[in-house]
């Protein structure tokens, strides 16, 4: 039953991971904004790379990097066994609550 779920959990967690966007504009002015990408990886901050880029032809500073929250993920897990001694159902739940985040580059045109 373990091993079911471990392989459900990680098929899930692999599916999601593919769906992630890639890089976005989250903050827009005239001479620069922010942009916003899944992880701070090489892959993806080509990509945020190639936003900044169109967004400032003549080039970019980067002002800041940060974490940002974004709002949370809620994961509930509940397991059920029988006793046999007891000769019952017993079941256990348990929440777990993080922040859900995704990596800022704020920047201003040159």
Known sequence: ????????????????????PTARLVVVKPAGGAVAIY????????????????????GYDIL??????????????RTAG??????????TEEQRTRNAVEWRITFNCR
């Open 1 to 20: 039953m373990r091993r079911g779920a471990l392989f459900l959990a990680t098929a899930l967690a692999v599916s999601l991971s593919s769906c992630a």
């Open 39 to 58: 992880r701070n990886t090489p892959a993806y901050r080509e990509k945020a790379v190639a936003l900044m880029n169109q967004k400032c032809p003549g």
């Open 64 to 77: 800041r990097e940060e974490e940002f929250v974004t709002g949370e993920t809620v994961t509930k897990e």
């Open 82 to 91: 029988y006793d046999k001694f007891r000769e019952e159902v017993r079941t």
